[in-house]
Structure formats: structure tokens, C-alpha cells
């Protein structure tokens, strides 16, 4: 099981043009600028690989943390 | 589990019909053909549809109908042992009667004909080769033709430029010690909202309402068209199509990676490459057609063979897989060897070629 840590770095990576500094546990994820629905497919698809969950849109769109989305995660496997 | 095998069993050829009007994507009006956060090349580089056939006058049948002619020519088969017919999609001539019905009049075929239609999309094609396999591999009924494909909208609405039109037919046929098809099947309906044109069957019927366009993720759409939810299909793609092409390999008894070819379903470049990564395939074994085509429904896999196949592997022994996964939500992989087969090229079809004989 990988740690908030952990996931808050996956989850950094998914971003291009965000610096991974600007990304923590309690970044509100819809307000970054690069944050787009493709990012969205990026984050789906690093969860499935790294955790082996499927998140659903909905799972995306009711959270607004990087934590959220990483107790969402947790609540699934 | 649902597994199945037929034996006995091949495929002699396929053919795909287009729209010979082709739109490109590099021409999409920001705002109005797509999302005002997207340039058109940024959608093209995201999608990976540079261009897509589409006609407002041709039906999926007038597709397959010219598919089917000059396969059947090629093939040189006579019609009158034709015996079974199966038309899949999700865009038939009327609600009322089944379009394989028109089809078996229009192309000639004898009345001594099985006929039905299949309402499946994107995994339609590998559930049409199981029903046509099903009835061929007794030998019963010996030539068999599976009409996919999906165009035409039943009601006018913008065109979504992820998709295209296209309608293919693959001929089937009775071949006594012939290896056949091993498929894996599932499905889950609890996923039936994540693509779904909600009006117009009989829970919610056509009313003016209907008409009435309203925001849907950004988009206005009227409750003819189809309403799609992405991510939920995404997440669906790229853990279903994965475990069903590893699930039919571990029953049947062998490693995947042996095939020459993957044929999957294309609606999104980034899915596909995702399953592509997942299974750990050679990209240069998995053949695409959507940069060309766009999303194309239940012809995407038949389509493909043709387009980006031809003259690589009709006579010499090759090992194929081909995986549908969409709407329903539904999905399904065969795998299958063949080393004959006839591949007519592309049938370019002109909006005058559509059905005359049978429009009331």
C-alpha cells in the first residue's frame, strides 16, 4: 500500500507544465491551470496501474484534494 | 465464465465501405465543433483523429451493403449458399423491421435465410463472429455473412469529430478441421448510463422535449444523441479490455504474446495506448486505423484489417486477437489463426449509392 506521500507524487507526475512543489496532499486539484480532462484520464489511468483501482469520474469530480481522490482510492482496494 | 470455442469454422474474407466524404479535423471550429480549450491541432495530438468519413445521406446498411457486394464478389461466392445473415449496430434503417431483413433483399440473397439484427457498438463485431460461428460450425448452414458497422444518426445533430462512419462485412464459412474461434465474453450493465442515448425507446419516448438541448459536460446535446460519460468509459476501457484478452489466453491454454496481431477497439488514442502498455505489446503488432477513421463502432476492428492490413498477412499463417469493449457496457475477445483470406480493398461509397428500393 502506497502512503499520501506516494500518491501525491504520482500524482505530480501526471502534470507537464506544473512544478511538482506546487502539488501537496491538500492542493485543490480543479483550480491548477494545467488541470484538464485529459489530466483527469492520466490520474484514472495511474490509479489503475499503481493501485489496480478504477476510479470513476464522479470519484474525480467529488473530490477536491489530492488527499480526497488518495481516500477514495484507499476506500476501493 | 463465459468462454466459448467453435471449430470448424473460418473466416474467408473481409471488406469495409466508408463514406467517400472525408471531413478533416484540422478545419473544427473552436466553441463550436469542440471545446473552446482546445485548438483543433491540440484535439487532433489528444484524440488522434486527424480526419473521419462522414455522410448525412448514406445508412450503415448502404455501407455494409457495398462491403458485402464486392466481398462476395472477390470471394466469388454464389449467393444462393448464403444462408445466414447477422447485421450488428446500433444505427438500423428503421426501428421497425430488423435492417439484416432489407439487407437479405437488397443484396439478393435467398429466401432461405437466417436474419437478425445485433444492437451492439463497439464490442458488436466479436459478438456477431460468436453468433455466426455458433451457426456455421455444425455445418448446417455453411456460408454466412456478419454486416457491422454504425453512420447515420435517427435524428439530425452535430457530428461529434471523435467519430466516424463506416460499415464493414466479414464472410464466414464452414471449414471442417479448421482450428476456429476462442472468445471470451462479459458484461456490465450497471454501467449502461456511461454511453447512452436516452430518448427514444420506450422508458422515455420521443416528445418535443426531446429536441430541447441542454448542457451535458459542456456540451449542448438534445436526448436523441449520445451521452457519453468519458472518464467512467476510460477507467471501464483500460482495465476491461487488458483482463479479458489475459482471462481468454490463461483458458484456453496460451501466452498471448504468441499473436501476431491485436486488433482492439479504438475511441481514444490515450486508452488505447494504455492497454497496449498494460499487456506489454509490441506496438508494431497493433494496428490502428482511428487517426483515419475516428471511433467507427462495431466496424472499428473489421475496419482496421482492412485499412492497415492489407497485403501483410492474407496467405501466410498468422495469429490474430481482437478485442471490442463500449456501450452496454459490454465487451468481448476472440482469437483465431487464419492463412487465407480475401481482403478487397477500402469501397470508397457516394452518397447516391444509398438504398432506393427500400424507403417508404
Known sequence: MKTLE?????????????????ITAATEFKDLDEWSSLI?????????????????????????????????????? | MAFLEFKNVRIAGIAAGVPKNTISNYTLKQGIDISS????????????????????????????????EKLIAELNWDKSEIEALVFVSQTADYFLPATACILQDRLRLSKECYAEDVALGCSGWVYGLSNVASLVSTGAIKKAL???????????MKRDPLFGDAGTATA????????????????????????IAPDGGSR???????????????????????????????????????????????????????????????ANMKMNNQIVKKLKLDTEKVPSCMYQFGNTSSASIPLTIVSQLKGKFE????????????????????????????????????????DKDHVI
Open chain 2, 204 to 266: 422515455n419516448q420521443v416528445t418535443v422535449d426531446s429536441f430541447a438541448l441542454n448542457d451535458f459536460g459542456g456540451k449542448m446535446m438534445h436526448r436523441l444523441q449520445t451521452h457519453m460519460k468519458g472518464m467512467d468509459v476510460f477507467s471501464f476501457g483500460i482495465t476491461t479490455a487488458p483482463k479479458s484478452v489475459k482471462k481468454l489466453g490463461d483458458r484456453f491454454g496460451f501466452d498471448y504474446l504468441d499473436y501476431d496481431y491485436f486488433i482492439f477497439h479504438q
Open chain 1, 40 to 77: 483527469a484520464l492520466s490520474i484514472i489511468a495511474m490509479a489503475d496501474e499503481e493501485f489496480d483501482v478504477a476510479l470513476k469520474g464522479a470519484d474525480v469530480r467529488d473530490a477536491s484534494t489530492v488527499e480526497d481522490l488518495y481516500k477514495v482510492i484507499c476506500g476501493k482496494m
Open chain 2, 37 to 68: 480549450d482546445y485548438t483543433p491541432e491540440a484535439f487532433v495530438e489528444t484524440t488522434g483523429v486527424k480526419e473521419r468519413r462522414c455522410s448525412d445521406t448514406l445508412c450503415t446498411s448502404d455501407l455494409c451493403y457495398a462491403a458485402a
Open chain 2, 315 to 354: 496467405n501466410k499463417p498468422t495469429k490474430i486477437i481482437c478485442c471490442g469493449f463500449g456501450v452496454g457496457l459490454s465487451w468481448g475477445t476472440v482469437a483465431f489463426e487464419t492463412n487465407s483470406i480475401i481482403i478487397p480493398t477500402l469501397v470508397e461509397v457516394l452518397d447516391e449509392e444509398a
Open chain 2, 146 to 156: 456478419l454486416l457491422a458497422g454504425d453512420a447515420k444518426k435517427r435524428a439530425q
Open chain 1, 6 to 22: 506516494e500518491f501525491v507524487a504520482l500524482f505530480a507526475e501526471q502534470f507537464d507544465d506544473t512544478d511538482a512543489s506546487e
Open chain 2, 172 to 195: 464466414i464459412e464452414y471449414a471442417p478441421g479448421n482450428a476456429g474461434f476462442r472468445f471470451h465474453f462479459g458484461t456490465d450493465g450497471s454501467g449502461y448510463d456511461a454511453i
